[in-house]
């Protein structure tokens, strides 16, 4: 029951920045979207999460359209360590039933070539 | 480093027999959640608890369960086990009960890869 559509995979340079899209078309007003990364088997990495402004942590930036429909997740500056699968995750923002869990989609594939 | 631990990283076992995964939470939280990732169905949430009660729970088989124990540690076991249990099962915390309008993050640990053979 993921509400998010990513791409499977991109590529980017080492050092520039990569921009990953994620269409959240159903999204409702009181949704967040969440960004995680899972690099190999480890744990997924809780990256940036927003409402309706842009964000921006020591990690990423978080640009989410106007009509809240999409968002891209910003690393400015990409390294190797970068690669990894990238989550969109959108998540209600009052307690529903099955507000607490996570619901993982695909996620995109980034590579980073050096 | 999350600050969630997870024991053991690496679990070899046969089917029929009876596991046990253990996970402490970060310094703080409340909630602990169980996850599983398998090749075939990606990362599933399992079960939440929150303060030593069950909050939420996902797609768990009745042949596992889990509990979350006074100093808030939480042991998920896994009974009768079955080839197709074989999986990375990860646990993450956050402080509260799991409200995102609280930014109720939820932080993942290193996981246990689970094979039964």
């Known amino acids: 029951d993921a509400k998010t559509t990513q791409p499977p995979s991109m590529d980017c340079a080492e050092g520039r920045a990569a921009n990953l899209p994620c269409n959240h078309s159903?999204?409702?007003?009181?949704?967040?979207v969440y960004w995680y990364r899972q690099i190999h088997s480890q744990g997924p990495q809780y990256i940036i999460h927003?409402?309706?402004n842009n964000e921006t942590n020591e990690m990423a930036s978080l640009i989410i359209t106007e009509d809240r429909k999409s968002s891209t997740l910003i690393l400015p500056h990409a390294t190797l360590r970068d690669t990894a699968v990238y989550y969109c995750?959108?998540?209600?923002?009052?307690?529903?039933?099955?507000?607490?869990?996570?619901?993982f989609g695909q996620g995109t594939r980034l590579t980073i070539n050096p | 480093d999350s600050g969630v631990t997870q024991t053991p990283k690496h679990l070899i076992t046969a089917t029929g027999q009876r596991v046990t995964l253990r996970c402490s939470p970060r310094?703080?939280?409340?909630?602990v959640y169980w996850y599983q990732q398998s090749l075939d169905q990606g990362l599933q949430f399992l079960i939440q608890?929150?303060?030593?009660?069950?909050?939420a729970k996902g797609n768990i088989l009745e042949r596992f369960s889990a509990q979350q124990f006074p100093d808030l540690h939480s042991e998920l076991n896994l009974s009768s086990l079955e080839l197709g249990d074989s999986a990375l099962y990860f646990c993450?915390?956050?402080?509260?009960?799991?409200?995102?309008?609280?930014?109720?993050?939820?932080?993942f640990g290193p996981g246990t890869r689970l094979t039964v053979l």
């Open positions: 159903t999204i409702s007003g009181n949704e967040y």
């Open positions: 608890y929150y303060n030593g009660e069950e909050r």
């Open positions: 995750i959108v998540r209600p923002r009052v307690e529903v039933q099955g507000a607490q869990k996570l619901v």
């Open positions: 927003g409402l309706k």
């Open positions: 993450a915390s956050s402080p509260h009960e799991g409200i995102a309008g609280r930014s109720d993050t939820q932080y």
């Open positions: 310094s703080g939280d409340l909630s």
